[in-house]
């Protein structure tokens, strides 16, 4: 039988995203510019990013110090141990040492006498984390493979559909759009076979582990799993892409993990104190160290983390031997100036985390969400993290200003507790629509007569025109802000604005360009020729446009041989985004194309060309590092 509460809850949200769509999209495309497109989720998401980068932006780093002392045992082994506090306060918690103080704590701490006061160890145990769910699933893909969330559910749905195994079809993993932690008893017996099979009896439980979904989850699919946990990764690696082998690898690791023994860690704390002239010193130095007792469920899998910081304190660490009252040769003492540091960007990771902590949006909307915002240009990624544009700061403005319950986080999360309870018929759909969609109507045509696009697009700045002497005004174009006259179209006089690394760089970049074309005649008309800035970079034009229209591509060549024609390598530009790559210079008769800068080197294994990304080389075909010969 149908149920006809999901179809109502399915038909209303829709409905209202086509509606948030379908009417604040044209206001964008007549108040900003023509192709923007706002969403129930997406501009949620923009907004959440625009609002961690301003707190990033307001962030005041604030200086503080401390010192580790390294201390002699009587085993002439050396135990680091930082100083956590003074007069009985926690100097590591409270952050509250200056120069000053740490300057005098040193004059204190010379000449003292240390031992170790107390030895602490206990037993610390970790339980393994639950099974995937979409988000988690993203998250994870994104910290230890680098998977962007689309590629993801792309891959995912690859292991879904299935794959030519052992000479049939097999779907390799469970649907991968689910926000249930639950499990199939079938496939929780079969991991105990398996764990026991891979790693030994000691490894299993002797009762399955029953994750606890959140509320409102929809029950129709289980958790992310392998559909046959005997088809394990190394069987089917030949049959796999490499991005297909490492997510069901990364899934098949994490199923037999959830259903494993915890983890066992031996904790010790030492605490180290010091007395001067027969006077015990306000201090205690404190080390901590761990090691792994029984490793349990991290045979299998080690979950990731979006923090360093806790990643390291994760890590083991073996701590020299001591015993209670034992006295310690101070070696030195080394004060280190610190300075506290700002929120982190966010990640598609940690962005489609706080999404879902926020209650905002369903595991199938996380990545085409990010797909969209980056599209869009209402974000960018500056390597992995997530950095609003020009764009994405002007829409987010404008809509938190005058359609503010469509981008409240808690609007957009109670809206989503509404259509679970029209899912359960608690509620009929229809008036939730209305109610939500008369005032928003209202609005919508309101604003689109009392707004007006110039104050929206432009900002007053105190820089005068040096071509005519009108104010000049910051306007946004296609490629971010820049500084335009007022008196435009009178006067065209416009000029990037300098306030950013990325434009101080690009500025840099054109400045050789004009130096290096200074003097080229245009081969239509003779006017000189002009470096300009288009959507795939810089370019030649004639100075007389429009009359004369002549275009030059400024080309790049890396000094780098095509490894399969012959020819040169350049650098090119993709066709949207303006993402830069390398490729032939004889496209499109040749297709070499990689978007890993060529060395010019050749790989000892395979004979293709090395390339270098991060300060590293490798190969740009079998991926091996440091196999090149000249």
């Avoid at 000449?111 to 339980?127: F, L, M, P």
């Amino acid at each position: 039988d149908i149920d006809m509460f999901l179809v109502d809850a399915q038909q209303a949200r829709r409905v209202l995203d086509r509606l948030v769509g379908y009417e604040l999209s044209p206001l964008l495309w007549k108040k900003v510019r023509y192709g923007l497109s706002a969403g129930r989720v997406q501009s949620v998401a923009v907004r959440l990013v625009v609002e961690k980068e301003r707190e990033i932006l307001a962030f005041k780093p604030e200086e503080f110090w401390t010192i580790i002392g390294k201390f002699e045992t009587p085993r002439k082994e050396i135990l680091e141990a930082q100083l956590t506090h003074v007069n009985g306060t926690s100097s590591r918690e409270n952050r509250s040492l200056n120069e000053a103080d740490a300057k005098n704590i040193l004059l204190e701490l010379d000449g003292g006498i240390y031992k170790v006061a107390n030895i602490e160890q206990k037993d610390s145990i970790r339980t393994p984390p639950p099974p995937f769910t979409t988000s988690i699933l993203q998250q994870e893909a994104s910290r230890k493979l680098g998977f962007p969330v689309k590629k993801t559910m792309v891959v995912a749905q690859q292991l879904y559909e299935g794959v030519e195994v052992f000479g049939k079809a097999t779907g390799l993993i469970t649907y991968m759009r689910t926000d249930s932690m639950n499990l199939a008893a079938s496939a929780v017996s079969q991991a105990q076979e398996i764990i026991a099979k891979e790693f030994g009896n000691q490894y299993t439980i002797s009762s399955p582990r029953i994750y606890k979904s959140k509320k409102h989850i929809q029950e129709a699919h289980e958790a992310i799993r392998p559909v046959d946990l005997s088809i394990t990764p190394s069987s089917v690696k030949a049959v796999l892409t490499r991005d297909q082998f490492k997510l069901y690898d990364l899934i098949w690791k994490r199923m037999l993990a959830c259903q494993m023994a915890d983890a066992v860690f031996n904790q010790v704390t030492v605490s180290i104190v010091g007395e001067k002239s027969g006077a015990s010193l306000p201090y205690i130095f404190t080390a901590k160290g761990q090691t792994i007792k029984f490793a349990g469920f991290l045979m299998a899998y080690t979950e990731g983390s979006d923090n360093p910081e806790e990643e390291l304190e994760k890590q083991e660490k073996l701590l020299p031997q001591v015993e209670n009252g034992e006295a310690l040769a101070a070696r030195e003492f080394l004060p280190s100036q610190n300075f506290t540091r700002p929120p982190a960007r966010y990640t598609e990771a940690s962005l489609v985390k706080k999404l879902e902590s926020e209650g905002i949006g369903r595991p199938s909307t996380y990545a085409p969400t990010i797909t969209t915002i980056l599209f869009r240009g209402y974000v960018k990624k500056d390597e992995k993290h997530l950095v609003p544009t020009d764009l994405g700061n002007v829409v987010t403005d404008l809509l938190v200003t005058h359609f503010p319950e469509v981008v409240d986080y808690k609007f957009t999360a109670e809206m989503e507790d509404v259509l679970d309870e029209i899912a359960e018929g608690k509620r009929q759909w229809q008036p939730i629509v209305q109610e939500f969609y008369t005032p928003f109507h209202r609005l919508v045509a309101e604003k689109q007569e009392t707004l007006n696009k110039q104050d929206i697009v432009s900002e007053q700045t105190s820089e005068i025109c040096e071509k005519c002497g009108s104010p000049m005004v910051i306007k946004l174009g296609r490629f971010g802000k820049f500084l335009s006259c007022a008196n435009y179209p009178k006067c065209k006089n416009a000029k990037p604005l300098e306030n950013t690394k990325e434009a101080a760089a690009a500025a840099e970049i054109t400045r050789e360009l004009e130096q290096k074309f200074a003097g080229k005649k245009c081969d239509k008309c003779g006017a000189d020729m002009v470096v300009k800035k288009g959507r795939y970079g810089n370019f030649l034009g004639c100075s007389a446009y429009p009359k004369c229209k002549n275009i030059q591509a400024i080309v790049t060549f890396t000094g780098v041989k095509c490894p399969k024609c012959g020819g040169q390598v350049i650098e090119r530009r993709t066709r949207k985004g303006g993402k830069l790559f390398y490729g032939c210079n004889k496209y499109p008769k040749c297709k070499f194309a990689t978007w890993d800068k060529p060395t010019g080197e050749i790989c000892a294994k395979c004979n293709s060309l090395i390339v270098e990304k991060n300060g590293k080389k490798f190969c740009g075909e079998c991926k091996a590092e440091n196999t090149a010969e000249n």
